[in-house]
Nanobody
Framework: QVQLVESGGGLVQAGDSLRLSCAAS????????MGWFRQAPGKRREFVAT????????YYADSVKGRFTISRDNAKNTMYLQMNSLKPEDTAVYYC????????????????WGQGTQVTVSS
């Protein structure tokens, strides 16, 4: 099985930045799209960003566009989410998702998920 492990979450103040990492196992990491999702208490899982297998194409939710940047380093089997200008509404558990044959915002496209990392943004 493919293993995805997130790191980099924490408690920050509004306006601060965080960089999340997702380390993935597997020899075919570069063949699939990946993405970031988040879920706040009592809310449904929400799409954040996705990236193509080669890292060329990226797509963002309107709520984070212009503030977050998704990237990947296939040589290191690692995906990143740079989060700038964080807002209290960004508070959620952030999940790394992988294994998408066709990357996109539908979580059903992804076959592998990390355990999540908590991001808390205070005012």
């Amino acid at each position: 099985q493919v293993q995805l492990v997130e790191s980099g979450g924490g408690l920050v103040q509004a306006g601060d930045s965080l960089r999340l990492s997702c380390a993935a196992s597997g020899r075919t990491f570069s063949s699939y799209g990946m993405g970031w999702f988040r879920q706040a208490p009592g809310k449904r899982r929400e799409f954040v960003a996705t990236i193509s297998n080669d890292g060329v194409r990226t797509y963002y939710a309107d709520s984070v566009k212009g503030r977050f940047t998704i990237s990947r380093d296939n040589a290191k089997n690692t995906m990143y989410l740079q989060m700038n200008s964080l807002k209290p509404e960004d508070t959620a558990v952030y999940y790394c998702a992988g294994g998408a044959l066709i990357p996109g915002g539908d979580p059903k496209r992804y076959g592998y998920w990390g355990q999540g990392t908590q991001v808390t943004v205070s005012s």
